[in-house]
């Protein structure tokens, strides 16, 4: 019986240890063939600010001399430009790599364990975050209504998939993704503007031809 005892308890023991070898949350979380990052936090940062900073260089070289477009095109062309930038490259790599994220050592891989400390759904192919992130948003509304849910299934869950320190909720997961919330709110309410205006303006161009109709046959 002690024998069964010890071996029982060596098995917990090493059931706990290959659970609790990452620094992931939810604790038990299984990560297979989980490999730790070899990049520091400080390099990964600034590695991902340093490409778009350069994407945002060339872009803004292309569209500043343009004279006929106004200061708010110029803004939405950046914005398109580094979110598809995003979305084709960074969250491409994701969609086609996600199963082997956790265990591999690249740059893109080890972006996305920094990320995943604020959301492990990152690192288990869960099946809503591949799907999300595999379908690259063109319309600003997909993007809007992505990002609400993929903040509500986390909430919805207590935010078990993320550390407990507040770092990690209201810079990653939060405010990372908050930037999306704004600038598709913000393209929206401005496409909305433009179509009742547009609206508008057809309403009057049909109420002045019939009129114009009515006074040619001499009715008024």
Same mark, same amino acid.
């Given at each position: 019986?002690?024998? /069964?005892?010890?071996?029982?308890?060596?098995?917990?023991?090493?059931?706990?240890? @290959?659970?609790?070898?990452?620094?992931?949350?939810?604790?038990?979380?299984?990560?297979?063939?989980?490999?730790?990052? =070899?990049?520091?936090?400080?390099?990964?940062?600034?590695?991902? /600010?340093?490409? $778009?900073?350069?994407?945002?260089?060339?872009?803004?070289?292309?569209?500043?001399?343009?004279?006929? $477009?106004?200061?708010?095109?110029?803004?939405?062309?950046?914005?398109?430009?580094?979110?598809?930038?995003?979305?084709?490259?960074?969250?491409?790599?994701?969609?086609?790599?996600?199963?082997?994220?956790?265990?591999?050592?690249?740059?893109?891989?080890?972006?996305?364990?920094?990320?995943?400390?604020?959301?492990?759904?990152?690192? =288990?192919?869960?099946?809503? @975050? @591949?799907?999300?992130?595999?379908? =690259?948003?063109?319309?600003?509304?997909?993007?809007?209504?992505?990002?609400?849910?993929?903040? /509500?299934?986390? /909430?919805?869950?207590?935010? =078990?998939?993320?550390?407990?320190?507040?770092?990690?909720?209201?810079?990653?997961?939060?405010?990372?993704?908050? $930037?999306?919330?704004?600038?598709?709110?913000?393209?929206?309410?401005?496409?909305?503007?433009?179509?009742?205006?547009?609206?508008?303006?057809?309403?009057?161009?049909?109420?002045?031809?019939?009129?114009?109709?009515?006074?040619?046959?001499?009715?008024?």
């Amino acid at each position: 019986m002690g024998i /069964l005892s010890f071996l029982s308890k060596t098995e917990e023991e090493e059931e706990i240890i @290959v659970l609790t070898s990452h620094p992931y949350y939810p604790t038990d979380l299984k990560l297979t063939n989980y490999t730790e990052p =070899t990049y520091t936090t400080e390099f990964i940062l600034i590695s991902f /600010l340093s490409g $778009v900073i350069v994407i945002l260089a060339i872009s803004l070289a292309i569209i500043l001399p343009k004279q006929t $477009v106004t200061p708010k095109h110029k803004a939405v062309f950046l914005w398109f430009i580094i979110t598809g930038f995003i979305h084709l490259f960074f969250e491409g790599y994701f969609a086609l790599n996600h199963e082997t994220i956790a265990e591999n050592s690249g740059l893109f891989d080890e972006m996305w364990k920094e990320y995943a400390l604020s959301d492990s759904r990152y690192l =288990t192919s869960d099946p809503f @975050v @591949v799907m999300m992130e595999s379908i =690259t948003a063109v319309l600003s509304l997909g993007q809007l209504y992505g990002l609400i849910l993929y903040y /509500l299934t986390e /909430l919805m869950e207590g935010t =078990t998939h993320c550390r407990p320190e507040a770092y990690y909720f209201w810079v990653y997961f939060f405010g990372a993704n908050f $930037v999306w919330a704004i600038a598709s709110t913000t393209l929206i309410w401005q496409s909305w503007y433009q179509i009742v205006n547009f609206a508008k303006e057809d309403i009057k161009r049909k109420s002045k031809k019939d009129i114009d109709v009515l006074g040619n046959d001499g009715l008024i």
